[in-house]
């Protein structure tokens, strides 16, 4: 998030207890006399905000797919950018996990993001498996969240954004599986 300083100067020197003619001699308040420093929060100009590029993944060609094990990946990394209501609007990664005795696996997504524009919006991550949606999504900054699969299947990611109004995110999605 980018910060503005704001200065605040008095108009009246006489109102912040300056002296009417102001003058720069020890013992006397200057011009800037009752200034004030505020922090503002800032959204950069539509115009400002990037269109992520277009990377040509989708749910039937994801950007990568990787299978996890405990004796190989253990994890999967990936970080890119989407942005709405233009450009790159969603990114899509599968992961496979090796079918056990147990056909359901607890596994950790966090989902980290910067956002330039609108910051009221909800960046998210979707688990899908066979075509069905897990019932947990994974909110920016949110932290690691646990989410059981079906090892039995393969599993899609779906990072997206939903605005009507300019946003930009650059994310990194991580999957620990053991």
């Keep these: ?3 503005l300083s704001l200065v605040v100067s008095c108009l009246f020197a006489a109102g912040c207890g300056a002296v009417a003619d102001p003058v720069d001699q020890p013992g006397e308040l200057g011009p800037d006399a009752g200034a004030i420093e505020i922090d503002a929060p800032t959204t950069p100009p539509p115009d400002d905000i990037p269109l992520a590029p277009f990377d040509n993944d989708s ?3 994801p950007a990568v797919d990787q299978f996890l094990s405990p004796t190989g990946e253990r994890a999967l990394v990936y970080g890119d950018q989407i942005s709405a ?3 790159d609007l969603a990114d899509f990664m ?3 996990l090796p079918s056990g005795s147990n056909s359901q696996q607890r596994v950790t997504v966090t989902l980290t993001c910067t956002i330039l524009g609108e910051l009221a919006v909800i960046p ?3 688990v899908f498996a066979g075509g069905v949606q897990n019932p947990r999504t994974i909110a920016c900054n949110e932290g690691p969240v646990f989410v059981t699969i079906d090892t039995t299947k393969s599993q899609l990611v779906r990072v997206d ?3 009507e109004t300019p946003v930009h995110l ?3 999605l991580r999957v620990d599986a053991f």
């Design 1 to 3: 998030m980018s910060r």
């Design 59 to 61: 749910a039937q060609a």
């Design 85 to 87: 209501p233009d450009g």
């Design 94 to 96: 599968a992961f496979r």
């Design 124 to 126: 998210r991550a979707e």
């Design 161 to 163: 954004v939903a605005s």
């Design 170 to 172: 650059d994310y990194e």
